[in-house]
């Protein structure tokens, strides 16, 4: 199921004819489910783009970087973690063109050490970031992050461009970038830009003219380009898939205009986060109470803000829906408030931006029916916590008739091993 077929406010008995009760019983709750057909899908429908790097932050378990792998995507890292990640599942650390990029901002010292270490290709996002790396790997391609000086996202706090934002090195100071990383023999091989999350294409078509102009200021030695990501995903019914064909047109016609002026092959990388995990995954939690408070309904279930931040962070619409514990007649939607299990007021799935709690239509439920929370497959089970001493959910792989444990739940004792009590 995609975000357009998920039963928003009705009944979700199965996952690509996995039965949803079945799989709460064999995995427990809460727990992620992601579909590999829906990441082929949507996979192929970037296809047009030369070159896929996903960015991983958005789900790494191993399965699913490993399943991208395998339809031939690459990706990008933003820690020392996420490039073991990447070795862990099969993509060479050091490899012409790169496998993996390591984009950030800045460099900690366990990141440099292990680019340093394995000669993995370097995006820099800030001018220091040159001084360090040229220090220890002068005379090597690098590709700069260029924040453009403006931005667009689904909020301010996916907003990655413009002065507010900390992302990628000022527009105005990209001739000293390139002076300052000529001072360690570095040569600027590649540049990416990326403005937010959910961008259009009005502002899409300004990022595409800023990229051609800030390649124009360096020349030549520019081999790559990255369009970043940010391609939104409908979360609602009512969301218009993304126009990847128009999508792709406008970054083409920015690297042939490069092509056409320099008289050489310049690769058009895509970067995806959100867009081939997003519809995919489903985190399945049991309804463990339904208690009324004056005028509203709620229904408290067993994953709380600890496994999906989403909705406090941002205020995101995930689309809901029921599986009955034991079939029945299905009833008529009502006006309910889903929460969960914290002790926090803003653990609430059903609330906008700003922290406005809000009423969903679902069907009635009961104690030990299930809660499916679809669109969960991007930045779920990856910005997940320990808060209150709640253990990390279980994933599952649903993939050509099978399910995979991917990640067991977190046992209990383990959110304590590794600390000691002095004396």
């Known amino acids: 199921m995609s975000s357009l077929e998920f039963p928003d406010g009705g009944f979700c008995p199965t996952i690509n004819s996995f039965s949803v009760v079945d799989l709460a019983r064999r995995y427990g709750t809460p727990t992620y489910v992601y579909d590999a057909a829906v990441i082929r ?16 932050k958005a789900n790494s378990n191993l399965a699913v970087l490993d399943l991208l792998r395998r339809l031939g995507g690459v990706v990008d890292a ?19 063109p790169p496998e993996v990029v ?3 901002d800045i460099f900690d010292r366990e990141a440099l050490e292990l680019v340093v270490k394995e000669g993995t290709h370097v995006n820099c996002g800030s001018p220091d970031m040159l001084d360090q790396y040229g220090e220890r790997c002068p005379g090597q391609g690098v590709t700069l992050r260029i924040n453009p000086g403006f931005g667009h996202g ?8 413009g002065p507010q934002s900390k992302h990628g090195i000022w527009h105005t100071q990209l001739e000293e970038c390139v002076q300052r990383g000529q001072k360690w023999g570095l040569r600027v091989t590649g540049l990416h830009m990326h403005i937010g999350s959910g961008t259009d294409f009005e502002h899409l078509s300004q990022v595409c003219e800023a990229m051609v102009q800030a390649a124009r200021r360096i020349g030549p030695s520019i081999h790559s380009i990255s369009a970043g990501g940010g391609l939104p995903t409908p979360y609602r019914n009512s969301d218009q898939p993304l126009d990847i064909a128009r999508y792709h047109q406008l970054w083409d016609g920015a690297r042939r205009q490069l092509e056409s002026e320099w008289g050489h092959p310049v690769r058009l990388e895509l970067e995806p986060g959100r867009y081939p995990v997003a519809e995919a995954g489903y985190l399945i939690t049991e309804i463990r109470a339904v208690k ?3 005028d509203n309904l709620f229904y408290l279930v067993d994953a709380g803000f600890n496994n999906l931040a ?24 009502q ?5 969960g299990p914290l002790c926090e007021s803003g653990d609430i799935f059903t609330q906008t931006d700003g922290g406005t709690v809000v009423h969903r239509q679902l069907p009635a439920a009961n104690v030990g029916d299930y809660l499916v929370i679809g669109c969960a497959g991007a930045y779920g089970f990856v910005m997940g916590s320990n808060y209150n001493s709640k253990p990390l959910a279980a994933e599952v792989l649903l993939d050509r008739g099978s399910d995979h444990l991917v990640r067991p739940r977190q046992g209990s004792a383990s959110l304590f091993a590794s600390e000691s009590i002095p004396g």
């Open 41 to 56: 899908r949507q996979v192929e429908r970037l296809r047009q783009f030369e070159v896929i790097r996903y960015a991983q």
């Open 78 to 96: 933003v820690s020392a973690g996420e490039l073991l990640r990447a070795r862990a599942a099969g993509y060479a650390l050091a490899s012409e």
């Open 102 to 104: 390591y984009t950030a």
């Open 154 to 161: 689904h909020s301010q706090k996916t907003n990655t461009g």
């Open 292 to 294: 009324r408070m004056g």
């Open 310 to 333: 989403r909705p406090i962070l941002y205020g995101a619409y995930h689309p809901l829906a029921v599986a009955l514990a034991n079939p029945q007649t299905q009833q008529a939607t």
């Open 335 to 339: 006006p309910v408030i889903v929460g």
